[in-house]
């Protein structure tokens, strides 16, 4: 794999896309971080994978701690020893494919019954 080293961003640079571009995402100790909240295990284990899948696939890995009820995603660049547009293109991935919610676009895939707890697997924003 090619790997370029990429120009990290100011701090201040950072703060100001994740507040126009990723407004759930935030900085802290080196690390744009995102908190996704679940309705339990079964919830935290499709977080996971759904995240392990799209990093897997990028090429780009994060760092993730879980709980029974929540996933924290932490990303940032070690090459470049901070954030970069890689870690901004996954976290938008990430959030995408995380928060979608088909039920709420029409069409055939009409998502999961929002009035039964057997079925929520994920607290959306």
């Keep these: 794999m090619d790997e370029k080293k990429l120009p990290a961003c100011t701090v201040e640079e950072v703060k100001a896309r994740l507040d126009a571009e990723l407004p759930h995402w935030y900085y802290e100790d080196g690390w744009i971080r995102r908190k996704y909240r679940t309705e339990g295990w079964k919830g935290t284990l499709m977080v996971i994978n759904t995240v392990g899948h ?11 701690a879980a709980s029974y009820a929540f ?5 940032q660049t070690h090459s470049s020893k ?28 009409e ?5 039964d707890q057997r ?3 994920i607290k959306y924003d």
């Design 54 to 64: 799209l990093a897997e696939a990028a090429w780009h890995h994060p760092d993730i």
């Design 71 to 75: 996933v924290i995603v932490k990303l």
């Design 82 to 109: 901070g954030i970069t547009d890689r870690d901004f293109a996954l976290a938008r991935k990430i959030e995408e494919v995380i928060q979608w919610q088909p039920g709420l676009e029409g069409g055939a895939l």
């Design 111 to 115: 998502g999961t019954p929002r009035d």
């Design 119 to 121: 079925f929520r697997y």
